[in-house]
């Protein structure tokens, strides 16, 4: 038996998968529940104590362990560039493909009161962009001096204008800031860089920010490296796509992942206008993209996905699911401000439980309409044309709902729906057709932790658990 551990430390719950790789089978699962506060090691020897006592292994046929985490929030990135559309947009993309939470955002020079906002967002790195190499550099120097000066203590990422990013460097280490630099991740107008950036996030995540955590300790339970949540799952979805030289995969996909903290969208497709004749604006779309919500987690967020959505419309979709609502009593507005306050909520009734598939169908709207990119007819002095902004999903053949609302929940297909195209919204490039998927045994971030190092296995599992759904009318 040759058994693989795969170990998750989520902002609510630590969840172990037990595998036997060589028969390409899941063992078992246990979870419970998340103790950062105290010692994030405690929540995993209860989960670890709960798999051994279920599953018909011995700790001696453990031959591996694997782990992502992303308690406490994950890793949180300020990030500054110069213009929103282009250098902060590159920025943004950087930090959120390695796995980060961009908590805020600054574009031109910032001033004393976008500092304090930075200082106070607790942020465990700062990404400073700005200007194309060659091109501005006033507003990174200004905005390095700005940090220079301020009471922040996480490291400052540099990842700008390279004619002026030694300078940079040096006014923020003058006043003693911990700083390291890299490649500019818009070194042209014309080309988005950010794998270096994204390499650098991940050192400094592994480097610094998992001692912050006390993660220090399950690490050594671990005996590697651990990863960014985001960071596994979108590893997997780039090789449920594409396959192996020995094992095809399943083409171009969507995961929607829906947690207690955000809610994710992962995309692997190529994005292009279906149409020649479409105009395409704005930065070059990346096939493989991640998305991060972090005001649309069903648990730390659900009163902002409630107000988002608004009171009448989220009780429309609540009688829909739950039909018998009109003769039961709750107050939906004070439930789901409980919920944000008890994260650790399980729901005991069908109510309960249909309360969050609605959370989560609002959420999920919201992430894909923020994700997807839209398409608009624009003027000019010889007529129409249409313009696209962003990635085009329409015809992506799959998508794939992960995360405890598919996996516990009923009706995951209302949740996917959500991720559709409609009619309601006609600009918005969502998928069209797709076939859709649901993640089983909540499984993609452990088969992103074993995509480096057992591609074919892990592709086969995955496509094992993967469940078709059927879309909802």
Same mark, same amino acid.
């Given at each position: 038996?040759?058994?693989?551990?795969?170990?998750?430390?989520?902002?609510?719950?630590?969840?172990?998968?037990?595998?036997?790789?060589?028969?390409?089978?899941?063992?078992?699962?246990?979870?419970?529940?998340?103790?950062?506060?105290?010692?994030?090691?405690?929540?995993?020897?209860?989960?670890?104590?709960?798999?051994?006592?279920?599953?018909?292994?011995?700790?001696?046929?453990?031959?591996?362990?694997?782990?992502?985490?992303?308690?406490?929030?994950?890793?949180?990135?300020?990030?500054?560039?110069?213009?929103?559309?282009?250098?902060?947009?590159?920025?943004?993309?950087?930090?959120?493909?390695?796995?980060?939470?961009?908590?805020?955002?600054?574009?031109?020079?910032?001033?004393?009161?976008?500092?304090?906002?930075?200082?106070?967002?607790?942020?465990?790195?700062?990404?400073?962009?700005?200007?194309?190499?060659?091109?501005?550099?006033?507003?990174?120097?200004?905005?390095?001096?700005?940090?220079?000066?301020?009471?922040?203590?996480?490291?400052?990422?540099?990842?700008?204008?390279?004619?002026?990013?030694?300078?940079?460097?040096?006014?923020?280490?003058?006043?003693?800031?911990?700083?390291?630099?890299?490649? +500019?991740?818009?070194?042209?107008?014309?080309?988005?860089?950010?794998?270096?950036?994204?390499?650098?996030?991940?050192?400094?995540?592994?480097?610094?920010?998992?001692?912050?955590?006390?993660?220090?300790?399950?690490?050594?339970?671990?005996?590697?490296?651990?990863?960014?949540?985001?960071?596994?799952?979108?590893?997997?979805?780039?090789?449920?796509?594409?396959?192996?030289?020995?094992?095809?995969?399943?083409?171009?996909?969507?995961?929607?992942?829906?947690?207690?903290?955000?809610?994710?969208?992962?995309?692997?497709?190529?994005?292009?206008?279906?149409?020649?004749?479409?105009?395409?604006?704005?930065?070059?779309?990346?096939?493989?993209?991640?998305?991060?919500?972090?005001?649309?987690?069903?648990?730390?967020?659900?009163?902002?996905?409630?107000?988002?959505?608004?009171?009448?419309?989220?009780?429309?979709?609540?009688?829909?699911?739950?039909?018998?609502?009109?003769?039961?009593?709750?107050?939906?507005?004070?439930?789901?401000?409980?919920?944000?306050? +008890?994260?650790?909520?399980?729901?005991?009734?069908?109510?309960?439980?249909?309360?969050?598939?609605?959370?989560?169908?609002?959420?999920?709207?919201?992430?894909?309409?923020?994700?997807?990119?839209?398409?608009?007819?624009?003027?000019?002095?010889?007529?129409?044309?249409?313009?696209?902004?962003?990635? +085009?999903?329409?015809?992506?053949? +799959?998508?794939?709902?992960?995360?405890?609302?598919?996996?516990?929940?009923?009706?995951?297909?209302?949740?996917?729906?959500?991720?559709?195209?409609?009619?309601?919204?006609?600009?918005?490039?969502?998928?069209?057709?797709?076939?859709?998927?649901?993640?089983?045994?909540?499984?993609?971030?452990?088969?992103?932790?074993?995509?480096?190092?057992?591609?074919?296995?892990?592709?086969?599992?995955?496509?094992?658990?993967?469940?078709?759904?059927?879309?909802?009318?």
């Amino acid at each position: 038996m040759d058994v693989r551990l795969l170990i998750d430390f989520g902002s609510t719950y630590t969840k172990i998968l037990a595998i036997d790789l060589e028969r390409e089978l899941l063992l078992g699962r246990a979870q419970a529940l998340t103790t950062v506060d105290s010692d994030i090691t405690i929540g995993l020897k209860n989960a670890y104590s709960t798999l051994l006592d279920e599953c018909e292994f011995q700790e001696r046929d453990i031959r591996g362990r694997y782990a992502s985490s992303s308690a406490a929030g994950g890793l949180r990135i300020a990030a500054i560039g110069l213009v929103p559309a282009l250098t902060l947009e590159a920025a943004r993309r950087a930090a959120l493909g390695a796995g980060a939470k961009v908590v805020c955002a600054y574009g031109f020079e910032i001033d004393e009161t976008i500092v304090a906002e930075v200082e106070a967002a607790a942020c465990d790195i700062v990404l400073l962009t700005g200007g194309t190499d060659g091109g501005d550099k006033d507003v990174i120097l200004h905005n390095a001096r700005m940090l220079a000066d301020s009471a922040l203590a996480c490291p400052i990422l540099v990842a700008g204008n390279r004619v002026v990013a030694t300078q940079v460097k040096e006014i923020l280490q003058a006043k003693g800031k911990s700083v390291s630099v890299t490649q +500019n991740v818009l070194p042209r107008l014309d080309a988005v860089e950010v794998e270096p950036a994204q390499a650098l996030i991940r050192d400094i995540f592994i480097a610094r920010i998992i001692e912050a955590k006390g993660l220090s300790g399950a690490r050594d339970f671990v005996g590697g490296e651990i990863v960014p949540t985001p960071k596994a799952t979108l590893k997997a979805a780039a090789l449920l796509a594409d396959g192996t030289d020995g094992e095809p995969g399943i083409g171009s996909l969507v995961i929607i992942e829906v947690g207690g903290a955000t809610t994710n969208i992962h995309s692997v497709c190529s994005g292009t206008p279906a149409d020649p004749l479409t105009v395409v604006k704005g930065l070059p779309e990346p096939r493989v993209k991640r998305t991060v919500e972090g005001d649309l987690g069903i648990r730390y967020n659900a009163h902002t996905i409630y107000e988002l959505a608004g009171e009448e419309p989220c009780r429309a979709k609540l009688q829909a699911i739950h039909p018998s609502l009109a003769q039961e009593s709750i107050d939906l507005g004070t439930h789901v401000r409980a919920l944000s306050e +008890n994260v650790g909520f399980v729901p005991t009734s069908t109510l309960e439980y249909d309360v969050d598939i609605m959370l989560a169908e609002s959420a999920t709207g919201v992430a894909m309409q923020r994700h997807a990119g839209t398409l608009r007819e624009e003027y000019s002095a010889v007529g129409a044309y249409k313009v696209q902004y962003g990635k +085009n999903l329409l015809d992506v053949e +799959n998508l794939i709902g992960t995360g405890g609302i598919f996996k516990y929940g009923y009706r995951p297909e209302r949740v996917l729906a959500a991720a559709q195209f409609s009619l309601s919204t006609p600009w918005s490039l969502m998928p069209r057709v797709p076939k859709t998927y649901v993640d089983s045994e909540y499984f993609l971030y452990g088969i992103g932790l074993l995509a480096d190092h057992f591609p074919e296995q892990a592709l086969r599992i995955a496509k094992k658990y993967l469940r078709p759904t059927q879309r909802d009318e």
